[in-house]
């Protein structure tokens, strides 16, 4: 008698590497998006709601034309609202750190300046593929992030060197948010099968220009930069914390309990 | 909260308070440097700071959505709108403090409850398409009360207006939009846009406020020019605006007393409950207490935040002062 | 430390090159820096200006409205002020 087998295999072979790669990039920034959204209306200044509207919006739309040219590559139909509304946890391939709660206004700047540090990076060199569409997508979104990044490193240095709470809040905030940095400048097989696409981004060589502008900024805030220790992983691959449910919970509710309704 | 009694306005030198009306009759602009009656400037900030407050207040009920909406460029679309009314709170109080008072004194006043905001914004947000609603009808009434306020004679509270104006447009128009697609949808996204209008139709009427009899400022903000039009005719004008758009995507009023009356050419309509009007100004709306809640937070959460900012260019000022 | 709004600040934008810098309104800020990107935020994020001034209100100097007479009124009746008291002889091009 022969027993059926339940042996399968150890991680999933990638069938659209481009696909999966431009998930990446959108799921990043409309899950960073969504979560700075979440200010609107409760933010500690009225000049600063504006601000992080402004953020949002650039995020959302970002995150929006990304998942659009995803779909557009994965030729199965699937527009950004489909990928956006109708894909679960498994299927989001962002970065841990993006999903992680706004926290309060020292976490979310902190971790808006660590993204956008990197951020930066990324998009200059994915402006310079020769695919298309993607460096187009990137130059614009290289203008919003860098205007990002100027607030958000603003933002740091004035919490750093600000009161003894905003110091503490914000050195808090670094602690907590540092394992989870190293995630975004993993390298797999998917970032090696598009380079044949013209996409290289070189994730080194931005990991330690990145540690050099963090130590910088960090170092002018007073704040201490935390010793490395173990790193989070894992959302590159379907893998999240139990955030992203609850959050995308929120987010897909309406578009989920009418499927196939336009809005 | 019982607001705190004003002192005595002093008596104005008539012969100012006549060259001022002449001034405001012939169509000029007051500017902040300009003498004015005491009067005018009370209630200006009263005026200008109750319109600041309700765009900030306004902010919540659609903010409450933007996490749910369901498509992307829903979301952005509902963001910018969000994001244009704290703009537009932020253009009419700085327009305000041109009369001499503080921001922080402003804020003060609407977390304390002692300033007023509009009505409309104490209800509460229940489906998506209460989002197609206020954005239709909310946008729609402010639109018809600030087109005549884009004239008014004070002239930072005209030119706040003209901006606002510009914006105002598109909130209007997205509303609509998101109406008309679900009025044209599913049976249920139909049902769920009936149901908002159902729902918010009376409360905007009444964010025209009572008829003029019983509004004790009308007459004298009409004279100064800060007020153009009548409740009763501008809320009519909203009427007659909205019905047909209603009628164009088969949407029905919650109101079996409206009808068309051909000879003033005017939609009229039934009684409003004016009883729940004057409940939800004096705080018993459904939403007053989570509305001043939330503001409350914000502010209180961002203390140490404003703080933060005023320590670091503190020390940052006196830095370059050594180092000069 | 009192709480504050953050002091006021009066910001001017440039609709496009060539074109003077306008009176747009105010914001609240720190320090110049948060000033001029706050003053990009509110009035200059639809693309409405290419470039931005921001001031402390507490430098802005303004006339007295009460100095209008003898500050801006005697120039209406000096013609020689205005360039069409100047006659030039026909048939020559002044530029």
């Known amino acids: ?69 995803a779909g557009v590559t994965e030729g199965a139909g699937r ?12 299927e989001f391939r962002n970065a841990q750190l993006v999903e992680l709660p706004k926290g309060d206004f020292a976490f979310t700047m902190v971790r808006q300046f660590l993204f956008d540090a990197y951020s930066v990076l990324q998009l200059d060199a994915l402006q310079k593929s020769t695919f298309a569409q993607l460096a187009g997508l990137a130059s614009k979104a290289l203008k919003e992030d860098s205007y990002h990044l100027r607030h958000s490193s603003d933002w740091v240095l004035r919490l750093g060197d600000g009161t003894e709470e905003s110091h503490a809040r ?33 994730q080194a060589a931005i990991q330690s220009r990145w540690q050099q502008v963090v130590a910088d900024v960090t170092r002018r805030a007073t704040l201490t930069l935390p010793t490395a220790g173990a790193a989070a992983t894992g959302g590159r691959r379907g893998r999240h914390t139990e955030f992203l449910g609850h959050m995308l919970a929120e987010m897909q509710i309406v578009a989920r309990s009418h499927p196939g309704a336009k809005w | 909260m019982e607001p705190l009694p004003t002192p005595p306005i002093p008596a104005d ?28 400037r009370r209630q200006l900030t009263r005026m200008m700071s109750q319109h600041a407050h309700s765009e900030i207040v306004g902010m919540l009920p659609e903010g409450n959505w933007i996490t749910r909406a369901p498509s992307l460029r829903r979301k952005m679309c509902l963001i910018a709108k969000v994001q244009d009314e704290a703009g537009h709170g932020l253009y009419i109080y700085c327009g305000t403090e041109t009369l001499g008072v503080d921001r922080h004194d402003l804020v003060q006043q609407l977390l304390d409850g002692t300033a007023k905001y509009s009505s409309i914004f104490n ?4 489906t998506w398409a209460d989002i197609g609603c206020i954005g239709w009808l909310v946008d729609g009434a402010a639109i018809v009360n600030q087109t005549v306020l884009a004239k008014a004679s004070y002239g930072p509270y005209a030119r706040a207006m003209v901006r606002i104006c510009k914006e105002e447009n598109f909130h209007k128009r997205q509303g609509y939009e998101i109406v008309a697609t679900l009025a044209s949808g599913t049976p249920a996204q139909k049902a ?37 039009k009548t409740n009763d005719e501008l809320r009519q004008r909203f009427v007659n605006l909205t019905v047909p758009q209603a009628q164009a995507v088969g949407l029905s009023f919650p109101d079996p007393d409206l009808r068309y009356d ?42 140490w935040v404003r703080e933060a900012a005023m320590a670091y260019a503190a020390k940052h000022t006196a830095r370059n002062t050594e180092a000069a | 430390m009192a709480d504050t709004q953050l002091p006021l600040w009066e910001v001017f934008t440039q609709a496009g090159h060539g074109a003077p810098h306008e009176h747009a309104g105010s914001v609240h800020a720190a320090d110049a820096e948060q000033a001029m990107q706050n003053a990009r935020d ?9 470039s931005l001034w921001v001031v402390p209100s507490s430098a802005i100097i303004a006339s007295a409205p009460g100095d209008a007479g003898p500050f801006f009124d005697p120039g209406n009746d000096k013609a020689y002020r205005h360039p069409q008291f100047y006659k030039v002889p026909r048939g020559v091009k002044v530029f």
Not at chain 1, 79 to 90: H, K, N, T, V
Not at chain 2, 194 to 217: C, H, I, T, V, Y
Not at chain 2, 294 to 299: E, I, N
């Open chain 2, 192 to 228: 769920m846009v009936q149901d908002a209008l159902n729902r918010w139709w009376w409360p905007s009427l009444m964010m025209f406020g009572p008829s003029d009899k019983e509004s004790p400022n009308s007459a004298e903000l009409l004279k100064w020019r800060v007020k153009r």
């Open chain 2, 262 to 303: 051909a000879a003033s050419e005017d939609w009229k309509f039934g009684a409003i409950d004016w009883d729940e009007f004057f409940a939800v100004i004096k705080g018993n709306g459904p939403c007053n207490h989570e509305r001043l809640a939330a503001r409350r937070k914000a502010h209180d959460d961002g203390l």
């Open chain 2, 123 to 126: 209800y509460p947000t229940l």
């Open chain 2, 13 to 40: 030198d008539p012969a100012l308070v006549a060259a001022f009306e002449a001034r405001i009759a012939a169509g000029e602009s007051i500017e902040p440097k300009d003498w004015m009656p005491e009067r005018y």
């Open chain 1, 79 to 90: 527009d950004e609202d489909a990928l956006a509304y109708f894909r679960g946890e498994p």
């Open chain 1, 1 to 69: 008698m022969t027993v059926p087998s339940v042996a399968g295999k150890r991680e999933e072979e990638i069938a659209n590497p481009l696909f999966e790669y431009l998930l990446r990039l959108g799921d990043d920034r409309l899950v960073l998006g969504h979560r700075m959204s979440e200010w609107c209306g409760h933010g500690p200044i009225l000049e600063e709601d504006i601000a992080m509207a402004n953020i949002a919006l650039d995020l959302v739309g970002q995150g929006s034309s990304l998942l659009q040219l």
């Open chain 3, 42 to 50: 509110v009035y200059a994020r639809r693309g409405e200006a290419v």
């Open chain 1, 170 to 202: 914000a050195q808090t905030a670094l602690d907590e948010l540092w394992r989870f940095t190293g995630e975004l400048f993993e390298s797999d097989a998917v970032d090696e099968a598009v380079r044949d696409k013209g996409i290289v981004v070189d």
